[in-house]
C-alpha cells in the first residue's frame, strides 16, 4: 500500500473514530469559539483535533485554507508550516534519540562538539541550556544585513555573543535550536531533514510530514503570507521584491528560508492527523503501552520533564514547554505538569498523559498580511475540550509533583505565600495523648527509659519545652516511663554557647542530667554506647537548618548508629525544613569525607525535614535501628518557616532569622576560609568581608553576576569577640534576597568563592573552603577559574541520582 492509500484509510478510521467518539461528548463549544475567531477575521480557518484514550475523538476543520491569492476552503488534510513546532518535533527529539545512544551529555558544553561556537563567551553554554532556553542567547540572528546559506547561519550562530550568563533567565531563541540543528547534523553526518525522515518520521508511519515538501504538496498547503525579506524569497533564481510572492510550501520563517528550509527551529511541514499520531505515540510510550515513538520510556520522562534550572521559574522540558510565558494553549483546565509548544503560524500541539489527551490546533494566522494573535483562542479551543473530556483543575496536584510544591511554580509569575497551620511532631505526641510512646512501653514490658536529645528548640505550639512536657505530662499519661537523661548537641541544651567543649550540666527545671556531645574530640560528639544501653528509647526534638553542614544532622546519626549497636529505639519528633523542603541544590559530598559538618554523601541543601534525613541516613547506611518518625501535620513540601504559623525559635546563636537561614547554605560555605561571615555583627550570614576586601569592587563584580533573587550592596562592619577579625574593619558586601525562590543559596557560595578569587588571588585562601564543600572537583574548577554556572550544570546529574535515593525516604507529599 503506498503513502497516498494509507493516508486515505486512515482519514476515514479516525473520522469514524472521531463521530463514534464525539457522540458521547459535547464539542459544540469549540465549534463556537473557531467559528466566532474566524468570523472575526483573527484567522482565515484552522483544523482542530483533540485526542483521548488512545482514540481521536474530535476532529473538524474550519473556514479558508487560502483568501488570497485564491479563495479555497479549509480541509482536514492541510499541509501547515509547523513554524517552532519544529523545535520539538525533529530537532529536539533527534537530540534526545543522540543522548540516548551516549553520543552527548546534555550537561556537556556545546563546544565539546562544535568548538567554533565557544567564540565571544559561550565556552560554558551546555546543551541543556540550549534544550530549555535558558542559554542567554539572543531570540534570533539579526536579518538587518544580507547573509543566506546554512553554513553561513551556522557561521553566525556560533559566532554571536550572548545577552545574558547561562542558567542565569528564561529567554526564548531560536538560536539555540539553531546550534541544536547543527549539531544533530555533526554527530549523525546527514542534514537534518534526512535525519528526521529517516529517524522520525519514517518509524512513526508519518505521510504528510518533512522539510522542503515537494511540488506535488502545494494545493494542500496552507500559504502564510507576501514575503518580506527579499534575500530569503525561497524561489530559485528570484528577482522578487517584498509583497510579491506569497509563501506557500516554503517556510515561513526569514531566517530558516535564509539557511535553505532546513533549520533546527524552523522548517517542518505537517498535517494534523501526523501530529495526532506524533501525540499519541508519545503518550503511549510514556505510559508503557505498545508505541513506535522512537525514544525510550525513561528518556521520554527525561524530555517532558522540567528540567530548567532549579531557580528557573520558567519551567521547560527538553525541547517541551510545560509553564512559561509561552504555555497559554494549555488553557486553565489541563494542569500544569501536562506540556506542548505552539508556532508562529499558528500552530500548536499540547499533550496531558495524565488524562490522556491532548488537542492540536493547526491554523494559518499569518495568512494573508502578517500575524494576528491567536494566543487565548488557544487556551479557550483547550479549556472547551478539557470540559468535553471531563477533565477537571487539578488543584496543582501533577505541577506539585514535579516541582515539589503546586501550582504557583508557575513561569514569571509571583509566587503567593501559604498560610498553613502546622503541628510540630511535640504537638502531635500531645494531641494523640503520647499513644506512640506507650506503645514503646508496652514493646519494653510496661516500662520506658527515655532519653531526648534536644535544645532550645524543643518547644511546642505553646512555647513548653518538649523536656518538661515529657517529664511532667508524657510521665503521668504512660504507666512506666521515665524521662532519665537529657543529651544537648553543638550549643548546648539551651542554645548560649558558640565555642567547643559544652560541658555537663544539670537542667536546672527537672534536676536531670545534660550529657553534652559537642566535645574537642570525635568521641565526644556521640553518645556513648554505655549510656545507651541504660535506656529504652530516645527521643529527637531538634530545628535543623535544611543545610548539609548544621551539625544537628550529624549527631542523628552517631544516634542512629550507636542505637543500632545497642537495641535502643529512636524517635525523631519532626520538625519544618525551615527552608523549604522542595528545593534540592549544590554540590553532593564526596564520599570518604564524611565529618562533624558532613555527616553522609548528599547535598548542601538537601531538602529534607530532620525525620526524612533519619530515614535517609538508615537507608543508606543500611542500619537495624529501630526508627520511628512521629510526622507533623499540615506541613508541605514547599512551605517555608514563615508558612507554618510556627514561633521562630534561634536553632543556633547566629541564625537569628529566616533571611539568615535563607542565605546560610551559601555564605556558610566560606566560613572556613579567611573571610567573616559576619559572626560577632547583629546581622550575620546576611554580610560578608574581611579587612583587604575592596567593599565597592566586590558588589559590582556580584552584581555584573546578575544572580537571580540577589543584589549586593558594599558594607563595612567589625567583628566583635571571638569571632574572626574581631576589633579589625572589614569591607565586603551585604546580600539583599529579592527573590528567594529563584535563589540557588549553594550557587551563591560558589559564586562569592570565585569573586573572591579572582580578585584577590593572593589574599583569599580558597583552599580551605573544602572542610564545608567536601567536594574536591568543585574546589579544583573554582581554582581552574570556570564559570560557576558552568560548575553547577556539572554538578547536576549526581543531584538527579540522589534525588531518587531520597525520594525512598520522604514523609511528606509535595
Known amino acids: 500500500m503506498n503513502r497516498a492509500a494509507r493516508a486515505s484509510v486512515l482519514l476515514l478510521a479516525l473520522a469514524v473514530s472521531a463521530c463514534s467518539a464525539g ?14 475567531a474566524v468570523d472575526d477575521h483573527q484567522l482565515p480557518g484552522a483544523v482542530v483535533v483533540v485526542g483521548h484514550d488512545g482514540k481521536v475523538v474530535f476532529r473538524r476543520a474550519y473556514g479558508m485554507r487560502s483568501l488570497e491569492p485564491t479563495q479555497e476552503r479549509m480541509t482536514l488534510d492541510t499541509i501547515f508550516d509547523m513554524a517552532s513546532l519544529t523545535k520539538c518535533l525533529a530537532t529536539a527529539t533527534a537530540v534526545m534519540q543522540l543522548y540516548e545512544q551516549g553520543k552527548i551529555g546534555l550537561n556537556d558544553p556545546v563546544a565539546k562538539y562544535l568548538p567554533d561556537f565557544a567564540a565571544n563567551g559561550k565556552q560554558d553554554i551546555t546543551i541543556r541550556n540550549l534544550l530549555t532556553h535558558y542559554s542567554g542567547l539572543p531570540p534570533d540572528l539579526p536579518l538587518d544585513e544580507p547573509w543566506e546559506g546554512k553554513e553561513e547561519g551556522y557561521r553566525r550562530a556560533f559566532a554571536i555573543t550572548p545577552l545574558r550568563p547561562p542558567g542565569e533567565q528564561f529567554l526564548y531563541s531560536d538560536i539555540n535550536f539553531i546550534v541544536l540543528g547543527a549539531l544533530v547534523e555533526k554527530l549523525s553526518g546527514m542534514t537534518l531533514d534526512e535525519y528526521t525522515q529517516r529517524f522520525i518520521v519514517d518509524p512513526l508511519g508519518l505521510t504528510h510530514t518533512q522539510f522542503l515538501p515537494p511540488a506535488s504538496w502545494i494545493p494542500r498547503i496552507a500559504p502564510t503570507e507576501y514575503e518580506h525579506d527579499p534575500i530569503s524569497s525561497g524561489v530559485p533564481g528570484s528577482k522578487t521584491f517584498p509583497g510579491d510572492v506569497m509563501l506557500r510550501g516554503v517556510v515561513h520563517d526569514p531566517t530558516s528560508r535564509r539557511m535553505g528550509g532546513v533549520a533546527g527551529h524552523a522548517g517542518l511541514f505537517s498535517t494534523a ?18 508505541s513506535k515513538f522512537p525514544l525510550s520510556r525513561i528518556v521520554l520522562q527525561k524530555m517532558v520533564a522540567p528540567e530548567q534550572p532549579a531557580t528557573g521559574t520558567a519551567l521547560r522540558g527538553f525541547g517541551w514547554d510545560i509553564d512559561s510565558p509561552y504555555s497559554s494553549n494549555r488553557g486553565t483546565l489541563f494542569p500544569v505538569g501536562s506540556f506542548g509548544h505552539t508556532g508562529f503560524t499558528g500552530t500548536s500541539l499540547w499533550m496531558d498523559p495524565v488524562s490522556d489527551s491532548y488537542v492540536i490546533v493547526l491554523a494559518n494566522s499569518v495568512h494573508p498580511h502578517g500575524p494576528k494573535s491567536i494566543t487565548a483562542l488557544r487556551g479557550r479551543v483547550a479549556d472547551a475540550a478539557a470540559v468535553a473530556l471531563g477533565i477537571h483543575a487539578d488543584g496543582g496536584a501533577l505541577a506539585a509533583h514535579i516541582t515539589g510544591y503546586n501550582e504557583s511554580l508557575s513561569g514569571m509569575r509571583r509566587w503567593p505565600v501559604r498560610n498553613g497551620e502546622v503541628k510540630t511532631g511535640i504537638d502531635v505526641l500531645e494531641a494523640d495523648h503520647y ?3 506507650a506503645e514503646m512501653a508496652r514493646r519494653h514490658g510496661g516500662k520506658l527509659r527515655l532519653g531526648l536529645l534536644t535544645n532550645q528548640t524543643g518547644v511546642d505550639a505553646e512555647g513548653r519545652r518538649t523536656i518538661d512536657i515529657l517529664h511532667q505530662d508524657a510521665e503521668q499519661a504512660v504507666p512506666g516511663l521515665t524521662l532519665d537523661t537529657l543529651f544537648s ?10 565555642e567547643p567543649n559544652v560541658p555537663n550540666s544539670t537542667d536546672p527545671a527537672t534536676g536531670l542530667p545534660v550529657m553534652s556531645l559537642y566535645g574537642a574530640k570525635d568521641a565526644d560528639r556521640r553518645p556513648s554506647l554505655a549510656s545507651l544501653r541504660k535506656l529504652d528509647a530516645v527521643g529527637i526534638d531538634l530545628q535543623d537548618a535544611g543545610v548539609r553542614f548544621y551539625t544537628y544532622e550529624a549527631v542523628v546519626r552517631y544516634f542512629l548508629e550507636a542505637a543500632a549497636q545497642t537495641g535502643t529505639e529512636i524517635i525523631v519528633l519532626d520538625r519544618p525544613d525551615p527552608i523549604d523542603g522542595s528545593f534540592v541544590q549544590g554540590p553532593m559530598s564526596d564520599p570518604g569525607t564524611e565529618s562533624y559538618v558532613n555527616s553522609i ?53 547566629n541564625l537569628r532569622d529566616l533571611e539568615e537561614a535563607t542565605l546560610y547554605p551559601g555564605v556558610g560555605l566560606v566560613e572556613t576560609t579567611n573571610i567573616s561571615v559576619g559572626r560577632g555583627t547583629d546581622t550575620p550570614f546576611e554580610i560578608l568581608g574581611a579587612p583587604w576586601i575592596d567593599a565597592r569592587a566586590l558588589a559590582q563584580f556580584l552584581n555584573r553576576r546578575q544572580l537571580p533573587g540577589l543584589r549586593f550592596v558594599p558594607v563595612q562592619f567589625t567583628p566583635e569577640k571571638p569571632y574572626p577579625y574581631a576589633g579589625d574593619v572589614c569591607r565586603g558586601v551585604r546580600i539583599l534576597v529579592m527573590d528567594r525562590n529563584v535563589l540557588n543559596a549553594p550557587e551563591l557560595g560558589i559564586e562569592i568563592a570565585s569573586a573572591l578569587r579572582h580578585l584577590y588571588p593572593e589574599q583569599f585562601e ?3 573552603i573544602n572542610t564545608l564543600l567536601a567536594n574536591r572537583a568543585v574546589l579544583d574548577a573554582i581554582a581552574a577559574g570556570r564559570d560557576p554556572q558552568r560548575i553547577a550544570e556539572d554538578w547536576r546529574p549526581a543531584l538527579d541520582a540522589f534525588e531518587l535515593q531520597r525520594a525512598k525516604a520522604l514523609i511528606y507529599a509535595p
Open 489 to 498: 548537641p553543638e550549643h548546648g541544651i539551651g542554645g548560649a554557647y558558640d
Open 435 to 437: 499513644r506512640e510512646l
Open 601 to 653: 554523601p548528599i547535598p548542601v541543601r538537601h531538602g529534607m525535614t530532620l525525620g526524612e534525613l533519619a530515614r535517609y541516613d538508615t537507608q543508606q547506611l543500611q542500619l537495624q535501628t529501630q526508627l520511628t518518625v512521629l510526622p507533623m501535620q499540615g506541613w508541605q513540601r514547599g512551605d517555608w518557616f514563615d508558612s507554618t504559623d510556627l514561633i521562630w525559635v534561634n536553632p543556633s546563636p
Open 766 to 768: 580558597l583552599h580551605k
Open 273 to 290: 492527523e501526523d501530529l495526532a499520531i506524533y501525540a499519541q505515540s508519545l503518550l503511549d510510550r510514556l505510559a508503557g503501552r505498545p
Open 23 to 36: 457522540a458521547q461528548s459535547d464539542f459544540s463549544s469549540i465549534d463556537s469559539i473557531v467559528n466566532r
